[in-house]
């Protein structure tokens, strides 16, 4: 079948943009392409780069990494309020250092004390203020729990001087008149004591002992350094009746090894 010839289309025109010639612009060069830009311009023509970059500041020595060093001061400004910080922590760590000083000693030598295994002292000495007949205060240091130092009355003291001074770690205690529970209850026993402790240099350390009422040995903790002498005071008697007295069966002393 015969067809009609469509009809013709014209071509759309292209249009081409005119290049600038680089030797007609005269300006500042792009620093990263080189290419030369008119001048007003913040980016390069070419490339887009920025024309004219700010500078970057150099960088920090480590110690200006710390604050309050870090802060950037500019004209001197801030730099007295910086110094008074600066004052401040010192002063601040030195003080804080000063007043731990003895807490963390301490701290270090309980570690140590129970760290290490205790081994006991003897006393070259013992005596009392007073002691019933038959039962001196020497029986509290013999090794034997069936002896034990009588004393009349409560407010009666016993006392402990060694040869050389040594750390008191702990302090064991029989109460009572044997660690045995039938000899135990057959005298008074004293519940409570004064634990004072003279050191070398003279101080002198106080504690309140509570002992519980029931046979065998009870450890008291102590941790006390350059020990010379230790004094026992008797108080808060339980069961002294008439024809009674306090008894005292054993005291042992230990050291750090």
Known sequence: MPVQPAKPVAQRPVVRPVAVPDDEVTGVPCPACGTANPPGRRFCRRCAAELTPA????PLP???TVWPL?????AGSGRAVRLM??????????AGGFLLLPAGRALFEDTRDKLGKPRPVTPTSTRASAAVPGHPATNTTDGL?????????????????????????????VNGASKTPEAYAREARALRM???VTTRDGE???KDITLSDKPGPQTIAT???????????????????AGRHLALAEVEFFERS
């Open 223 to 241: 941790g006390i350094s350059d020990v010379t002498e230790v004094r026992l005071v008797l108080r808060s008697a339980v069961d002294l009746t």
């Open 55 to 58: 500078e970057k500041p150099a």
């Open 204 to 206: 002198r350390h106080h």
């Open 85 to 94: 910080v600066i004052l401040a922590v010192v002063a601040a760590l030195c």
């Open 70 to 74: 870090r802060r950037r001061v500019r």
């Open 62 to 64: 480590w110690w200006r």
């Open 194 to 196: 004064d634990l004072e």
């Open 145 to 173: 729990s069936n002896h034990y130092w009588g004393a009349p009355a409560p407010g009666a003291s016993v006392t402990y001087t060694f040869g050389k001074p040594f750390r008191l770690v702990d302090l064991i205690i």
